[in-house]
């Protein structure tokens, strides 16, 4: 099984939108409502920010919001902060109680 | 507050075996799912192995399936590791995490990880 596909990078200025795409197949991202989104930190542990596509855990801010369409996954983070420069990695359930990460995408706040 | 704290990572040489914990605490223990993840150097998250809220089930991913064994104490609301016949590319931060009561997999909450190096 290959990872799910994530730009290397993204980035955006303060205040702007940025949307990170996740790219699947019709095995995994494509056959379930269950792609979730990690915020990490260097040095820390991952941070759950999105799950079943597009709801937020209690606390994570409503800049951060999900969608999917088909076998493709997106994040978007609106009104950009310095404090949104991260680490971001989807996951996918891929059947047979198995989990799928994506390779993981840079934020950079310009 | 739920806590999860791993240990037991260290180096170890190329063939050998490692056991690593997580306790955790601030939660019924018994009603989660448990998983490991693996993050290797600079690289990016893997998805090791789950275990059942009762111990009878785990399901494991296939660079470890046979290697590794997954395994839970819940009297001491404690996870576990097992890790055998190491290779280099097994090098990585080791986590636990917990998944969603009704999820598939939705990893919730996760400790800080433990760092496993497997060199000679």
């Known amino acids: 099984q290959s990872a799910l596909t994530q730009p290397p990078s993204a980035s955006g200025s303060p205040g702007q939108s940025v949307t990170i795409s996740c790219s699947g197949t019709?095995?995994?991202?494509?056959?379930?409502?269950?792609v979730s989104w990690f915020q990490q930190y260097p040095g820390k542990a991952p941070k759950l920010i999105i799950f079943?596509?597009?709801k937020r855990p209690s606390g994570v801010p409503d800049r951060f919001s999900g969608s999917k369409s088909g076998n493709t996954a997106s994040l978007t983070v609106s009104g950009l902060q310095a404090e949104d420069e991260a680490d971001y990695y989807c996951?996918?359930?891929?059947?047979?109680?198995?989990?799928?990460f994506g390779g993981g995408t840079t934020l950079t706040v310009l | 507050e739920v806590q999860l704290v791993e240990s037991g990572g260290d180096l170890v040489q190329p063939g050998g075996s490692l056991r690593l914990s997580c306790v955790t605490s601030g939660f019924s223990f018994t009603s989660y799912w448990m998983s490991w993840v693996r993050q290797s150097p600079g690289k990016g998250l893997e998805w090791l192995a789950n275990i059942k809220t009762d111990g009878t089930s785990a399901n494991y991913v296939d660079s470890v399936k046979g290697r590794f064994t997954i395994s839970r104490d819940n009297a001491k609301t404690s996870l576990y590791l097992q890790m055998s016949s190491l290779r280099a590319d097994d090098t990585a931060v080791y986590f636990c995490?917990?998944?969603?009561?009704?999820?598939?997999?939705?990893?919730?909450?996760w400790g800080q990880g433990t760092p496993v190096t497997v060199s000679s």
């Open positions: 996951s996918s359930y891929a059947g047979t109680n198995h989990l799928m």
């Open positions: 079943e596509v597009n």
């Open positions: 995490a917990r998944e969603r009561i009704g999820g598939r997999v939705d990893l919730e909450f």
């Open positions: 019709s095995s995994d991202v494509g056959a379930y409502n269950s």
